[in-house]
Structures are given as C-alpha cells and as structure tokens.
C-alpha cells in the first residue's frame, strides 16, 4: 500500500516508519497492510510517485552502498582521531 504523510502540523517530522523519520508530504510503501496510521498517513494510488528524498536515508540503503558502521570487538577501544 502506497502512503503519504500527512501534514499534522508537527515542526518538521511527523512519524517513523522503517528505519526513516517521515515528514509531511513523504510517499512511500508500506512493508505490510496493517503498519497503516489514520493519524499521520493517507492512502494514495499505486501510480502517485514515491519522495525522491526522505527524511532521512534508510539503513539498509546505505548498507547497500558499502556504508557500514564500524564493526568492534567488545573491550576494543575506539580509533583516535
């Protein structure tokens, strides 16, 4: 199902949905029919565009990139700078 955040008058973000802070205006599938939200999202058609950027990147795109964070034994101190 294909959604857009609606606009409820927040500052700048208006909900959280896989993994990624939403804001008004935000369209974007939803993973399973029944994640819907009367409260912050509207249902649009298949053929409305999905946000070219959303709030903010989705882990797992940045994983795909090669984007990983730092994997560290427990006990190992951190890289000085």
Not at 5 to 25: I, P
Request: aromatic share 8%.
């Amino acid at each position: 199902m294909r959604v857009r955040v609606k606009d409820v008058g927040a500052d700048k973000w208006v909900g959280y949905y896989n993994l990624v802070r939403r804001k008004a205006g935000d369209v974007f599938d939803l993973l399973v029919d029944s994640h819907f939200s009367e409260k912050w999202m509207e249902r649009v058609d298949k053929t409305t565009p999905k946000s070219d950027a959303p709030g903010e990147p989705d882990i797992k795109d940045l994983m795909a990139d090669g984007i990983v964070p730092e994997k560290r034994s427990p006990g190992r101190p951190r890289a000085s700078a």
